[in-house]
């Protein structure tokens, strides 16, 4: 730390109690000057000489007859009235980082200048700031946390100015041309803890883009601010390299808020904190990690910040949404309500992400063809918005173990990125399990309208054994995984749709039918399984998949018989098989009805594979090897 020495005299200042201070001299005191509650037991031509404001004060005094001068709202308190005064005595006062803002300014509302004498205090702090100060590094750093304190003499005086720009300047500085001596406070290199046996200095050692960042922790926030305007408004600093420092001041003053604790006691303090680093946020997308974002937004609302700025960062948010993980959009709802979450705050995130999705297509229509043809469209568009639907997707199968979740939250969420495609619906049919299983005592009508954004022809295989022996689904949601995994078996074998009975294939094709035409009605379509229908559902799908095993042993031995063909006929036997349990199931409920009217099924009996006979047609399409 750089420092400066005033004076050449001993210093003589001493101390009868804590609230008497007076010269040790032989010389008698004519003046008493009351700082707070100490008083200063001086002599009137040491610092009438050198303070105007003194000067003046003193001969208002013996106007009135009284020898006691009171101040009390000189800006450093009593340290810094004591330097002003040992420097009118000529005694030795020592100047630093610590102490020269405070000196500087109590010299100044004394009137230390230099048409009051030459080379006075103001003139001699003036020369040690800007020529030592103003030019290390870590000294300006503690200048201007000290400036705080002394506002607005600090202000009025341009100290803060003159830190903030050389503070900027200095960081902004080619990293090659700073040396290695700066406190960073990171996990130190094992070059710089000396256990590498080839170290050979720090000095040597190559100077990261952000060798700045630790040490502006130290900032109190406005300060922070002001340094961080100064050096965007340079232009030479990269937008992650500011996001890195606003990460570090978080981690800094909020070691809280990445581990997710409650607010600090001083909320006017963590509020102007969390404030000051979203007003920083730099503008371009992945400055900063959407979790960071995150984190921030609940840091805000824990601060109860003021909706504009809340808004701001929803919208940054929403912009790179497809980073988010499910975890991070966890966002505690505020005191007092009865959800778990704060589902609002997320349905206006992904409100921002469609929006701006909206607006790049608005703006490539407004482009024109020309433009699109040096462009390849919509590639990582699309790829973001299926990482957000599957975002969503897992956010959905979090909320939904909380049991005052209604279903009007739950399928508002749903329905925002039910417009995105994407290849699988597990997560979706897992996030929808979980509600059904959390909350067993929504209505028939409310299972209907959350299972309705699931596209059965996307679930997994596992998916599909999963929800056909799901108790918790609609029995409409079984027959449709049952009939769409049994058209893709028939078209990974190559062959057609199997023929199934009329009343499936109307169900899946969304047909509108009367109770008096309708075998099964669709409220009981609605209805969810019972526990002896999967039970059989169970019993029958392990029966078929044991006899699919035993047909394709067959089939490859016997090279005869054409594959594709067989794989047909296994598959409509299954599918009638299937089927026909679940009708003659619902038939025996009381729901059963004339099936004339419908394409016949087979009954359990005769849907054995091993019962059926080759055809004319199959014989005919015998090869010979």
Known sequence: ??????????????????????????????????????????????????????????????????????????????AAFEICAKFCYGMVVTLNAHNVVAARCAAEYLGMHENMEKGNLAYKIDVFLHSVIFRS?????????????????????????????????????????????????????????????????????????????????????????????????????????????????ADRHFPGLIKGAHRSSDLTNYRSTVDGIIFLLPDEKGCVSCSFLLKLLKAAILGDSDKVVKKELIKKIGHQLEQASASDLLIRAPEGDTLMYDVDVVLNIVHEFLIRDQSSEIEALEAGEEAHEFKNPGILSEASKLMVAKLIDGYLAEIAKDRNLPVSKF???????????????????????????????????????????????????????????????????????????????????????????????????????????????????????????????????????????KSEKVVEGRHSIDKAAFHKMKGV??????????????????????????????????????????TPSMNRRVSVS
């Open 411 to 549: 399928v508002e969420l749903a329905e925002m990125v039910s417009t995105i495609s994407r290849p699988g619906h597990d997560g979706l049919y897992r996030a929808i399990d979980m509600y059904l299983k959390e909350h067993p005592e929504i209505s028939k009508s409310d299972r209907k309208r959350i299972c309705r954004f699931m596209d059965c022809k996307k679930l997994s295989v596992d998916a599909c054994m999963h929800a056909v022996q799901n108790e918790r689904l609609p029995m409409r949601v079984i027959v449709q995984v049952l009939f769409f995994e049994q058209v893709r078996a028939a078209a990974t074998s190559g062959n057609s749709t199997p023929d199934l009975p009329k009343s499936i294939r109307d169900l899946n094709n969304g047909s509108q039918r009367s109770s008096k035409s309708t075998p099964i009605a669709d409220e009981d379509w609605d209805t969810v399984a019972t526990a002896e229908e999967l039970k059989a559902l169970k019993s029958e799908l392990a029966s078929l998949k044991l006899e699919r095993k």
């Open 573 to 614: 036997v299954m599918t009638k098989k299937i089927f026909s349990k679940l009708l003659s199931n619902k038939s025996a409920n009381g729901h059963g009805g004339d099936t004339s009217g419908s394409d016949s099924s087979e009954s359990p009996s005769s849907a054995n594979p091993e019962d059926v006979k080759p």
């Open 137 to 249: 590094w870590k000294d300006s750093i503690i200048v201007l946390n000290s400036t705080k304190s002394m506002l607005p003499w600090s202000e009025d005086l341009k100290l803060i100015s003159h830190c903030v720009e050389f503070i900027a300047s200095k960081a902004v500085t080619d990293p090659s041309k700073v040396e290695w001596s700066y406190t960073y406070n990171r996990k130190k290199l094992p070059e710089e803890t000396g256990t590498d046996l080839n170290w050979i200095g720090v000095r040597n050692k190559v100077v990261p883009n952000d060798w700045w960042v630790e040490d502006l922790c130290d900032l109190e926030v406005d300060l922070y601010k002001r340094v961080i305007v100064s050096i965007n408004s340079k232009g030479m600093i990269n937008g992650e390299v500011i996001g890195e420092a606003l990460k570090a001041y």
């Open 1 to 78: 730390m750089k420092f400066m020495k005033l004076g050449s005299k001993p210093d003589t200042f001493q101390s009868e109690d804590k609230n008497v201070r007076y010269v040790a001299t032989e010389l008698a005191t004519d003046v008493v000057i009351k700082v707070g509650d100490v008083k200063f037991y001086l002599h009137k031509f040491p610092l009438l000489s050198k303070s105007s404001w003194l000067q003046q004060l003193v001969s208002t005094s013996d106007e009135q007859s009284n020898d006691e001068v009171m101040i009390t709202d000189i800006p450093g308190g009593l």
